[in-house]
């Protein structure tokens, strides 16, 4: 059974950083794109960053584009997402999710791409 858990999240002030890490369990690590995706409260959940299985490939929604980064670490069955210059409007909770896939350089941006989530870890931004 595939499990997926997220960690990391917490209260920062603006312009500051967090690191979360998305550890995943029962699975094949290396056979699965992975991604994060983020839902503010009132607002459906959406796209933050993809990475391939090899980690070679990234995508990332404008809103972060230049301030996070998505890696692997396929040895540890670990996916992080470094935040940096972070925002109020980045408060949410923020999700990973795994999908498997035979296609070494596709990262995908649809939630309903995606099989297997997380319980979620929460990031609060002050102003």
């Known amino acids: 059974q595939v499990q997926v858990v997220e960690s990391g999240g917490g209260l920062v002030q603006a312009g500051g950083s967090l690191r979360l890490s998305c550890a995943a369990s029962g699975l094949t690590f290396s056979m699965y794109a992975m991604g994060w995706f983020r839902q503010a409260p009132g607002k459906p959940r959406e796209f933050v960053a993809a990475?391939?299985?090899?980690?070679?490939?990234?995508k990332y929604a404008d809103s972060v584009k230049g301030r996070f980064t998505i890696s692997r670490d396929n040895a540890e069955n670990t996916v992080y997402l470094q935040m940096n210059s972070l925002k109020p409007e980045d408060t949410a909770v923020y999700y990973c999710?795994?999908?498997?896939?035979?296609?070494?350089?596709?990262?995908?941006?649809?939630?309903?791409?995606?099989?297997?989530w997380g319980q979620g870890t929460q990031v609060t931004v002050s102003s």
């Open positions: 999710a795994a999908r498997r896939t035979a296609l070494t350089y596709i990262t995908y941006r649809a939630s309903g791409d995606y099989g297997d």
């Open positions: 990475i391939t299985r090899s980690g070679t490939n990234t």
